[in-house]
């Protein structure tokens, strides 16, 4: 099997405070290989979101270690991109702005940023906005601003905390297709955190589903899904089955959640 790009081994997460520890994450493992898309689900309070912070290297493990390619990952790389699920556009610059950002941050010449940021923003389907500010824009096209703005930089693996998250279900399933799309012809290796098991069974090759806190890798489930995916598989039998394996699993840590949760309020009573 090939070498992983990135591999997450025993991580574990303890925030400390004068009055307690809470454990958020307990000796997390799984692989990433190049060009693979997964997707991260649990129930809320579970640590996807810390994982995720973590995976970026914009917050320290407790324990346990995260590498790309056999280096440790400290804190933010350039091998690493992030689509934050909260507004991220700069409102004053233009689309063509926002996107040529990180280029510029990298110091690449003029001529060599406008060409890879008009092709960015004709590829995540924006062509004909480039001179339009944010406010013009509705959310799903905005967030295809973010997106575009941190594909066009080409880095190694790129994260994604529920970037779709303030959308509608039914929009936040096309831009998934269209975003599988974009991955493809970019060949990136994604992870992303969503809620929606209809978003992690389309858009996944792999899904980690996390138990609740303290977050453990409870299961992790190979999509079987045929590629290129589109909108279609949402009617196929393998779709079907993916879906009823997240479900079950989320359903499970749901009710072991609000067991401990009444459990705890008898005790303190």
Known sequence: MAVPLMRVENLTKVYSSDAKEVVALQDIDFTVQKGEFISVVGPSGCGKTTLLEIL???????????????????????????????????????????????????????????????EMIELVGLKGFENSYPYELSGGMRQRVAIARTLVTQPEIVVMDEPFGALDEQTRLILGGELLKIVEQTKATVVLVTHSIQEAALLSDKIVVLSAR???????I???????????????PEFAEITQKLWSSLEEESLTKKSVYENSKVVGQ
């Open 56 to 118: 970026s290297g914009l917050r320290t493990p407790t324990s346990g270690s995260v590498k790309i390619q056999g280096e440790a990952v400290t804190g933010p790389q350039k091998s690493i991109g992030i689509v934050f699920q909260e507004e991220s556009t700069f409102p004053w610059r233009t689309v063509q702005e926002n996107v040529e950002f990180g280029l510029q941050m990298q110091g690449k010449p003029k001529s060599e940023y406008r060409k890879k940021a008009r």
């Open 214 to 220: 303290p977050g453990k890798v409870k299961h992790l």
């Open 222 to 236: 190979q999509s079987n899904l045929p590629k290129p995916r589109d909108a279609t598989a949402l009617t196929t």
